[in-house]
């Protein structure tokens, strides 16, 4: 649990870090994390706001959580090779979705254009 909370804040930390890469452990973990937070606060605002869809609390988080999303996002990409510019497959209808997670699980690359493997570094 302490590893998921470091991870997060980590990410959160490095929110305008576009460079560099990222491990699939901080990609994930931040994701678990993330999805945990959205999903609490969906609860809090359905009992608070009585909303049935994205209330205050959620629309806020998701609002505050895009820009450090976006930031690891990019460095995962990196760290297997690819542009950032691959996020964008993710517009292409349930193929697009498939191929990105497929790039996220992927393994690290050695040494690449962005940098030493941060698997070698830790």
């Known amino acids: 649990m302490n590893e998921i909370v470091e991870n997060y804040k980590s990410v959160f930390l490095n929110w305008s870090d576009f460079k560099g890469r990222a491990r699939r452990r901080e990609y ?15 609860v809090i605002d359905g009992v608070i706001f009585k909303s049935a869809g994205s209330g205050p609390l959620s ?55 962005y940098g030493p493997n941060p698997k070698q570094i830790a």
Do not use: C, Q
């Open 28 to 42: 994930w973990l931040f994701t678990l994390a993330n999805i945990i937070v959205a999903v609490l606060l969906a």
């Open 59 to 113: 629309g806020l988080y998701s609002l505050v959580a895009l820009v450090p999303g976006l930031a690891v996002s990019f460095r995962r990409l990196h760290d297997i090779g690819k542009s950032a510019w691959w996020l964008l497959i993710a517009l292409i209808p349930f193929f697009g979705a498939i191929v990105l997670i497929y790039f996220m699980v992927k393994d690290s690359e050695p040494e690449n254009i």
